[in-house]
């Protein structure tokens, strides 16, 4: 089966500082698709990134970036210079097939807090 | 604007009722779903539907009831028999599978009084 670990149930920073949001994964598949969400206390989920397990590029957007490492089974998030609106609960998740139809698992999130 | 809109965005029920949650898209997206979301948690599949008059049950689907008449709508009955049913729902949609990128809805609060 597979699961998605976010250990880190809260963080909380200040202003300006870099933050990793961790994500560890577990699956039997070869060929899976991982993603990053973001819920801010609107509550509606807001896309952040795909990325599938056969590309292992590292991809930087503004300031969020992501550390793919098939090794370890790990794709973290990592904001640079935080803001105050970045404050929200993220959400990492993995699809896989599982007897033909496929499912999208969550971890259990992240708050990650920064104030000013 | 395309999207998913769900309505309402907050429901109250009394013990003993049916309650339907909306979804729509107009994003013509073959495949939809629903989530429950609990405090402190992630979120929980609770049907989903990968074409229209189609759909599986997910994880959580005991007490909860769909059905997928038109690509665009794929509303959730949450019945009297889910014994815990105060949660956060959010819909959500994908151009086919769940491996293509899932779009989500506003959300439902709903409160059993």
């Known amino acids: 089966a597979q699961k998605v670990t976010q250990a880190q149930t809260e963080i909380s920073v200040v202003e300006k500082e870099d933050v990793t949001l961790d994500c560890v994964y577990e699956t039997r598949d070869t060929t899976y698709y991982l993603f990053w969400y973001k819920q801010p206390p609107s509550g509606e989920l807001v896309f952040l990134i795909r990325?599938?397990?056969?590309?292992?590029q590292n991809e930087i957007s503004g300031r969020y970036s992501w550390n793919f490492q098939k090794s370890t089974s790990s794709f973290n998030f990592t904001i640079t210079a935080s803001q105050v609106v970045d404050s929200a609960v993220y959400f990492c998740a993995l699809s896989e097939a599982q007897g033909g139809s496929e499912k999208l698992v969550f971890g259990k999130g992240t708050k990650l807090t920064v104030n000013p | 604007d395309g999207g998913i809109t769900q309505s309402p965005k907050y429901l109250f029920r009394k013990e003993g009722q049916n309650v339907t949650l909306s979804c729509e898209q107009n994003?013509?997206?073959?495949?939809m779903y629903w989530y429950r979301q609990d405090p402190g948690q992630g979120l929980r599949l609770i049907y989903y539907s990968q074409i229209v008059n189609d759909f599986q049950k997910g994880d959580i689907a005991e007490g909860y009831s769909v059905s997928r008449e038109k690509k665009e709508s794929f509303p959730l009955t949450v019945t009297s028999a889910q014994k815990n049913p105060t949660a956060f729902y959010l819909c959500?949609?994908?151009?086919?599978?769940?491996?293509?990128?899932?779009?989500f809805g506003p959300g439902t609060r709903l409160t059993v009084l």
């Open positions: 959500a949609s994908s151009q086919t599978a769940a491996r293509d990128t899932q779009y």
């Open positions: 990325r599938n397990s056969f590309d292992e």
């Open positions: 994003l013509n997206h073959d495949a």
